[in-house]
């Protein structure tokens, strides 16, 4: 099946500056690669995704980049804001030969800590 | 307004004591899924349902059961909790197959559960 491997763990950054959160599948069949964002205590929320037809996706300040020879992608945030602290989740499609499963693999999960 | 729903939301149970956390979406999506989110693991999927009466195992099925009688409604079943379910549970659910790229996911608000 698939696996997801997602780095750094614990990411802090100045306000302001960007972060940069990595992440790599193994299935080189899986096309659609979501992110989500959890606050504390709270259900994760998809903040954006791409799909294997693009290379890359932009929103606002976060944007989303696929390499899909590497087999691996990444989501960036510019300009941080204190309410850009929660724990970041990518996520991969695994390939079902059968067809037609909604379950998504997931990375562990990233805590980004915005230092005023 | 559409939203996936769970009851309860907070659980203390007892080792052995059957249990069921029901899942609810009214957003006429075939696809539902629950995961468990633990410390340091992320979010893996235990079972996923691609429409009426048809489910299968994700991840880390053991010692769950799901069934998928309506459309809308996708009850988690613990016959028998041990302390190692203690857990954050989320159900999900989507309209298409994520690997078809049509549909993003929507997860519940999550049921905390602590077996003793």
């Known amino acids: 099946g698939e696996n997801v491997e997602q780095h750094p763990s614990t990411l802090s950054v100045q306000e302001g500056d960007s972060a940069v959160i990595k992440c790599t599948y193994s299935?080189?069949?899986?096309?659609?690669f979501p992110w989500y964002k959890q606050e504390l205590g709270k259900r994760p929320q998809l903040i954006i995704d791409?799909?294997?037809?693009?290379g890359e996706k932009k929103d606002q300040r976060i944007a989303v980049t696929l390499n899909k020879t590497a087999k691996h992608f990444s989501l960036h945030i510019t300009e941080t804001q204190p309410e850009d602290s929660a724990v970041y989740f990518c996520a991969a499609t695994p390939a079902y030969s059968g067809g037609g499963a909604d379950g998504l693999t997931f990375g562990k999960g990233t805590h980004l800590i915005i230092q005023p | 307004e559409a939203q996936v729903t769970q009851n309860p939301r907070y659980l203390i149970t007892v080792t052995g004591k059957k249990l069921t956390v029901t899942c609810s979406q009214n957003?006429?999506?075939?696809?539902m899924s629950w995961y468990r989110q633990d410390p340091g693991l992320g979010l893996r999927q235990i079972y996923y349902s691609m429409n009426v009466e048809v489910t299968d195992k994700g991840d880390v099925p053991e010692g769950y059961k799901v069934s998928r009688k309506e459309k809308r409604n996708f009850p988690l079943i613990l016959e028998s909790p041990s302390p190692n379910q203690t857990s954050l549970y989320f159900c999900a659910s989507s309209f298409g197959n994520l690997a078809g790229g049509q549909e993003t996911q929507y997860f519940g608000p999550g049921t905390r559960l602590l077996v003793l």
């Open positions: 299935d080189s069949a899986s096309n659609y």
């Open positions: 957003m006429n999506h075939e696809y």
């Open positions: 791409i799909r294997s037809n693009v």
